[in-house]
Each structure stands twice: as structure tokens, then as C-alpha cells.
């Protein structure tokens, strides 16, 4: 014992401050919108969270306008009334709102938020963790008679909360205004490469705008104007020239007649193929089927 008595040590604690303190959860939960939804609004004492997972939606304050799309946020102040509709488009949208003492709240609140890859993990368990934790109230689905909430599930909604919030207040802090432009031309660029793979997976088959919209997740009107800005032409302009060069591949490949090629790559007719093909090449497909086979020709001829 005196052996021991040696060693010890009288430790000296230091007390964390509380600069942010969630003191209530309300909801935390997940919604699936049709793209005709339609919600005319509220307001209520509690902060809240609009964080978009897919889809884009427009949310309408007293500060204003704002359209969010895929893996943004918006923060909500306390008594701000808000309305919000699907912008024609099918959306899953994660709402949670609790009451929060923080003096910092104002520097997140009523603007348009990028999430990170740490904050949309945190969100997840957010909704997930608080969606066991307020079963059964605020149309919240209680749980399954044998389900029962894990251990201190309440606590731990709390402080994933509190963690989402303090990051986002420092993101604010640390992150000058030039990474907020970086990351729109990030989420542009992500944007472009999900409409361009999705044509190309698809460039035999007959695709609307508002097919390509509603697969990658975006509205017609925001994909429109990304593609616009970035490629100096439009998204259909740049299907058709995806299925034009398809076309000239199965011409030169010899394999389908123009009958075939039309009907495989879902033309309305063998004659709007034509047309659409001499719009962009200059020659009809017969022609240049033609030129194809005379090259094929005068090629074999000087190997012998």
C-alpha cells in the first residue's frame, strides 16, 4: 500500500466550456416527396434542418429564395416561416429540429450549406439514431414491438447534433469565401459527369430531358443551366451528337442495316434518323455508309 501510495498523482481538471448545447430534439426524420409536393408552411420556436439526400427542392422564407439540390442544407432560425415544394422532381429530404443554446447559430442560419462527406455521414446517424429515440411522436413510426432503443440513444442524438453544429459553425470560420465557389464548380462538375455518363449508359435508347433530370437526380431547369454553363451547349444538343457518332459506329460496323440500326437505337422512323444524322454530319447515313465501303474498298485493293 505505501508502494502504491508513491505513485499517485493528484490529477487536475479542466472543464470543458459548452459553446453549443442542443437541449431539446423535436424530429429527426426522413421524408420521400412526389415531384408535385407541396408543403404551404410554419413556423415554430425551434431551430431546424432542411438537408436534401437526392432531388432538389425550393424552400421560401421571409430572407428568401432558396433552391436546394443534392447533399446541400439549409439551417432555419427559430419563429422564421417556411414553406417549401419538390421542384418537379422526386426528392428525399432529412429534417430534424431541436432547440439549441449557441450565440454562433447566426453565422449557419438561412443560407445555402455544402455538406461534407463527415457531415452527411453525421446527418445519416442523426436521422437514424433519432428516429429510434422519438418513436411514435410527431409522426415519427413507433418501433417494431420487438425493437428497443440502444443504449442512451437519446444522448447520442444529442451529441451527433451538437458535433454536426459545431462543424458547420467552424466550416464558416475556417473556409474562406473562394472554397465556397470551389465547391459549386465541384458540385457542377459532379453534376455533368452523372448527366454524361447517364446518356452514354443510354445512347441507344429514346431520352427526354425530363428522363435525364429525374435519373441523376437534379431538375430540369438547374441541370439545363449547369450543362449550358459549362459545355456551351445544350444537355439534348449533346445526346443527339452522343447518338449520331453511336450511329456512325454500327454503320461502320457493318452488322445492322439502316432499317435495323433506326429501329435499335428508338428513331421514330428510318426518315427522321436520316434527317437528324444529315443535321449533324452533313451526309445521310446511306451516303455515308457509302463512303465507308468505297474507303474499305480502296484500302484492300493497295494491300494486295
Known sequence: MEKRKEHFKNLEPTVPTEELRVTNVYTAYSYYYAPS???KGEYHGAWEVYYVNFGEVTVEMESGTYV???EQFLIIKPYEFHKLHANDIACSVYVFSFDCDCTEMDVVADKILYASANQI????NIVSEGMVF???KHFIPPLAENEKPGFASGQLT???LETFLIQTIRAQFDTPAVTIKSETLQSEKTILQMATTYMKENVCKKLSLEEIANNIGYSVSHLCTVFKKNTGTSIMQHFINLRVKKAKQLIAESKLSLKEISEYMEYDSVQYFSAQFKKITGLTPS???AIIKTNKYINAYYKE
Do not use: P, R
Not at 121 to 124: C, D, E
Open 158 to 160: 444529442k451529441v451527433l
Open 287 to 289: 451516303q455515308h455508309a
Open 37 to 39: 409536393y407541396v408543403f
Open 134 to 136: 422519438l418513436a411514435n
Open 121 to 124: 455521414s453525421l446527418i445519416n
Open 68 to 70: 436546394l439540390g443534392k
